[in-house]
Structures are given as C-alpha cells and as structure tokens.
C-alpha cells in the first residue's frame, strides 16, 4: 500500500474516533461502537465487506442523536500494517535518540540567602531548582538520593552531581 492509500486509511480511522482518547481506552465511553466480519486475514480486496470476498474487516461507527448510525469498514490485515507502520516509527525514533540521556545535578550555593540549592539540567530540557537546603551536605545527599532513584526508573539515563 502507498503513502496515499495510509493517508486516506487514516484520516478514515480518525474521524471515526474522534473524541476517544489516544490510547483507545474506553472507546465505548465516547460513543464509538465496533461490528467484525470475516474469516480470511488478507487485504488484496479492499475494506468494504460485501466486496472483499470474506477478508476479515472492522467497522467502527457512532449512533447520532437520531438513531442514525454510519459504519465506516477497514479491512483489518491494513488495519495491521498502519499499526505497523506507526510502530516501526516508533522503534527508529526510540533509536535515533542518544541512547543514553544526560541529566546533570548542580549544588550550587546561593550568595544572598547562604542557601544550597539543587538545580537540574537535562539534554533535552531547561535547567530547574530541585531542592534548597540550609547545607552543603544535605543537598549532596539529597541529590544522591534523587539520582539513584531517577537511574533505577529510568536505565537509559545517567545522572552526574557536580558539586
């Protein structure tokens, strides 16, 4: 399938469930209902299912105001291949970011209110104030603290306290 067919295929699958979240949770909350036909996993005769020959389709609609209801048909093996397609894009975004994140921890002291404050810069962030503490010593230990748990939620991220 061609970048045309995807986009079509999409704009399809968004209008048909606009108002969901987008993670899908809880489709039926927002209205949006789904009816299944086939037994055959191929896409070679299209969505629609009184057409494609018993090719497994998913039909996704709202009821209006009125009763109404309009069945928007896709064929399910294309449903896949988006799916598939936005994964694979995922995946090369995951592993074009640097593979490990940089996130630094200054202790610097404030010259005015003698005052230790724990600043955090990260490489794809703005510097903000973690923490101040009345002491030197505390901030460290504080910062420590921070960066052990930041490093076991997060593998791919190394933290460096410059004190």
């Known amino acids: 399938m061609d970048k045309m067919i995807f986009g079509e295929l999409s704009q399809r699958l968004l209008g048909s469930t606009a108002g969901c979240r987008e993670d899908m949770y809880e489709p039926d909350e927002a209205g949006v209902h789904a009816l ?18 018993g090719e497994m ?5 709202k009821v209006d105001d009125d009763g109404g209801k309009h069945v ?3 064929n399910l ?12 894009s995922i995946i090369d975004d ?5 593979s490990v994140k940089k996130t630094y921890l200054f202790i610097s002291q404030n010259d ?9 810069h990260s ?3 703005s510097p903000y104030s973690l923490q101040t503490m009345q ?19 997060f593998p791919n991220e190394h933290v460096h306290i410059v004190k």
Request: net charge negative; no cysteine.
């Open 72 to 74: 928007e048909w896709f």
């Open 123 to 125: 490489d794809a962030g």
């Open 94 to 98: 995951l592993h074009s970011i640097d």
């Open 112 to 120: 005015v209110s003698k005052t230790w404050s724990v600043i955090t």
């Open 135 to 153: 002491n030197k010593n505390n901030a460290i230990e504080w910062a420590e603290r921070w960066k052990y748990d930041r490093e076991v939620r």
């Open 77 to 88: 093996a294309s449903l896949i291949a988006l799916a598939r397609i936005g994964a694979r």
């Open 36 to 53: 299944f036909t086939g037994f055959r996993l191929d896409n070679a005769h299209g969505d629609d299912p009184h057409y494609n020959y």
């Open 57 to 61: 389709a998913v039909g996704i609609y």
